[in-house]
């Protein structure tokens, strides 16, 4: 593919192609600025491909009010995003212009019909394509230059060509993304290059991840990979109610995403009862087998039987509870209510569904331009802020890209 373009025709690069880098890029197409995604990978929407491999949550269906409160990053105006590029507009950008059904779930999630990322990239990237967006694969940004004008260099990553190619650009938008899900011991050359330029980048860690804890042996082949249903977690963070998963290191799920933290947490085995009404469902279960002159169960064992503890909490209340806990009916009760679990550490960025950490937010004008770096832009997850899992993260990056894309429109892009 021809890299080069005449002076008088140069278009906007955009290097990453995120939800982000696309919002952006689809912006200025549709205003009829030219657009060049650059991409390191081979194909288009790799993390996204990856986070919506077994259901796309795109956004969430509450008041803006609530919503702002779910982000963590000083330094952006979350009403101000969230109000000119929301939910309401992503979803009917996805409607209209990708021809995609989209609907919202029991947990007030949104969703496209599908259930996968794989429509969504490829119905973008052909809209792109109409609108005339270039994309050239296989190419990682080493570095850029803002004086004169805005260039950046690239090198190409197919075997066997590694040829290094300088483009000329109207402005370059950053969507690079975050430090999640990439491969083990491979080198991410981005935080260089901007630091190479005195940007300022806070290290990253995982966010919305698993936790390691260091189960007994005898709960690890009880219960792994057992669901832990209708439960309450709490930290010191907060607390949610929903389902975590039990597997060989640790912890999954949503509440543990959110709230979860090093050190000692609780788990609320079972939410819907107040220790009274479960002693007293206990105790009335006991008074029934009686009458029948049935077995005169241990303490443990008539929790178990009668508290409707599912598998995995029933597990968890063995092997975490010690002798004299599982022979007291109130003091186990008081595990089933308050059962403390140590998380020993987080996943890996490997293994983590987002992070947190990136260029400092101090860096960025209002419109998300570097303000040591004229002409060049960052947005996504390659900034110094989080949010929680269930469409917060990619309504995030869109709302990003569609105020750059504006912003840029605008003005014209003239640099």
């Known amino acids: ?59 969430f269906s509450e008041p803006i009010e609530k919503a702002v409160t779910r982000y963590r990053g000083d330094g952006l105006d979350w009403r101000q995003l969230l109000s000119s590029f929301g939910t309401e507009q992503w979803l009917h950008f996805i409607r209209t212009h990708l021809n995609l059904e989209t609907f919202e779930g029991t947990s007030r999630r949104h969703f496209v019909k599908e259930m996968k990322a794989s429509g969504l990239v490829k119905s973008w990237v052909s809209y792109l394509k109409e609108l005339g967006a270039e994309f050239v694969l296989d190419h990682e940004l080493i570095g850029f230059e803002c004086v004169p004008g805005v260039t950046v260099k690239l090198q190409s990553k197919l075997p066997l060509q590694r040829e290094i190619v300088e483009l000329k650009a109207r402005a370059v938008v950053l969507a690079l993304g975050g430090a999640s899900w990439e491969f083990k011991n491979q080198e991410v050359r981005w935080p260089k290059v901007l630091q190479e330029k005195g940007i300022e980048l806070v290290p990253f860690e995982s966010s919305n991840c698993g936790f390691l804890v260091d189960w007994p042996e005898g709960l690890k082949k009880e219960a792994e990979g057992k669901p832990l249903k209708n439960i309450v977690f709490e930290s010191s963070r907060g607390t949610c109610a929903g389902e975590l998963m039990i597997t060989n290191y640790g912890l999954e799920g949503t509440p543990i995403y959110s709230y979860g933290e090093v050190g000692e947490c609780y788990l609320d085995l079972k939410p819907g009862l107040t220790k009274q009404k479960l002693t007293e469902k206990l105790n009335e279960k006991l008074n029934e087998k009686l009458a029948r002159k049935a077995e005169n169960l241990s303490p443990i064992r008539r929790v178990q039987k009668s508290a409707g503890l599912c598998e995995a909490s029933q597990a968890l209340l063995y092997h975490l509870t010690d002798a004299a806990d599982r022979a007291d009916l109130d003091r186990l009760i008081d595990k089933v209510k308050r059962l403390p679990v140590s998380l020993v550490a987080k996943q890996s ?67």
């Open 1 to 59: 593919m021809d890299l080069n373009f005449t002076e008088k025709n140069l278009p906007v690069i955009i290097v990453g192609t995120g939800p982000a880098g696309l919002m952006a890029g689809t912006v200025l197409a549709q205003n009829r600025v030219p657009v060049k995604f650059i991409e390191r990978h081979a194909g288009v929407g790799r993390k996204l491909l990856i986070a919506g491999s077994s259901g796309l949550n795109i956004s």
């Open 349 to 415: 960025l490997e293994f983590a569904i987002s992070s947190q950490g990136g260029v400092k937010l101090s860096e960025l004008s209002s419109d998300f331009e570097l303000a040591k770096c004229p002409g060049v832009y960052a947005i996504g997850e390659m900034l110094d802020w989080d949010t929680i899992t269930g469409g917060y993260l990619i309504q995030a990056c869109v709302s990003q890209g569609a105020w750059v894309g504006s912003a840029l429109a605008r003005n014209r892009v003239m640099y």
